[in-house]
């Protein structure tokens, strides 16, 4: 079953005209246990079905081991937005309402191969010497928190150190309650530092030397 409408589609088409480089969406499910697992799907396959530069690969999560140990996928509905490499870009939960838009900027800037940040951030992404974890929790509703999420990817787009996570709060209530996100966008980095807020790309970015530098 199509989830957006046929208006929807063309829009979505305009939006995704002039991809560059082919995009991978990867996506990990298990319909029998996951409440959005079927919808993603669903929205995914209307995404990759409007562009020749789209694919779709569906893994099981309890079955295909592998490619869940491969890609470090820990719950699902999962998407991985992939390009010449697995840039560490991670959808968890169903993008929908403002996430949607998100993810069509992640492809297209996954497609382009550029992240678009200042070359200062790119050159303080590029001196970090351990790994950083950025988890941003988000709700659809919220108008903000497309922009957090987006200049998370960006600088996991930056750095094969930097994976960054967009979670979905509300599917995920036991990893909300765990960060006490009590406000969307709430950006938690390396289980150490955090913050609320659609934060300037500087701001941002010291955060995340915060949290690198232990």
Do not use: W
């Not at 297209?108 to 070359?119: D, I, K, N, T």
């Not at 988000?138 to 150190?161: D, F, Q, W, Y």
């Not at 990893?175 to 913050?195: C, H, M, Q």
């Amino acid at each position: 079953m199509p989830m957006l409408s046929e208006a929807d589609k063309l829009e979505v088409q305009k939006r995704l005209a002039d991809l560059k480089g082919q995009v991978r969406l990867v996506m990990f499910t298990q319909e029998l246990e996951c409440q959005y697992c079927r919808e993603t799907r669903e929205l995914l396959e209307d995404v990759a079905s409007l562009s020749d530069k789209i694919s779709l690969e569906v893994y099981n999560f309890v079955l295909d081991e592998e490619e869940v140990k491969r890609y470090g996928v820990d719950k699902i509905p999962a998407i991985v937005v992939e390009g010449e490499r697995d840039y560490g870009i991670r959808f968890y939960g169903i993008p929908a309402g403002y996430e949607f838009a998100a993810l069509l900027e992640d492809i297209r800037m996954v497609s382009s191969g550029e992240s678009g940040l200042s070359q200062e951030a790119k050159d303080t992404l590029g001196g970090l010497s351990s790994p950083v974890h950025i988890q941003v929790f988000v709700t659809p509703t919220c108008p903000h928190c497309p922009r957090a999420g987006i200049t998370a990817h960006k600088m996991a787009l930056e750095s094969e150190l930097v994976r960054a996570d967009v979670v979905e709060a509300t599917e995920f209530p036991h990893l909300a309650n765990r960060y006490g996100v009590y406000a969307v966008p709430k950006v938690v980095i390396n289980e150490t530092t955090s913050f609320e807020g659609a934060l300037p790309e500087h701001h941002f970015l010291q955060y995340v030397l915060q949290a690198a530098s232990g």
